[in-house]
């Protein structure tokens, strides 16, 4: 069984914990505040690729996509970071 170790933090160290806390859990989980969808422009810049070759994605049913209206697409972000994580390459 492991130990069990404890901290002890005075009340007027507690706001500056909070705050290492907070960054340390947004760098390791990324920005909570991120968008779930996102416009044409972002997704295009995202995978530095032009509109005609998002259409193609999109058309092939390689990435996810909403189209709320006839003129608005948004992408979904996971769908275009799992497309370029399959895309990627390992170092040798």
Do not use: C
């Not at 069984?1 to 901290?7: A, C, F, G, P, S």
């Not at 706001?15 to 416009?39: D, H, I, R």
């Not at 044409?40 to 049913?61: D, V």
């Not at 996971?78 to 170092?91: A, G, M």
Request: glycine share 4%; no cysteine; aromatic share 10%.
């Amino acid at each position: 069984m492991k130990e069990q170790r404890y901290l002890v933090v005075s009340e007027g160290d507690l706001p500056s914990l909070a705050k290492l806390l907070m960054q340390y859990f947004q760098e390791f989980k990324g920005n909570a505040n991120e968008k779930v969808w996102l416009t044409q422009k972002e997704a295009e810049s995202m995978l530095n690729l032009k509109t005609s070759a998002m259409a193609n994605l999109r058309n092939n049913g390689v990435i996810e996509f909403s189209q709320p209206t006839r003129k608005v697409i948004l992408y979904k972000r996971e769908s275009l970071l799992n497309y370029l994580e399959k895309h990627s390459k390992k170092t040798f």
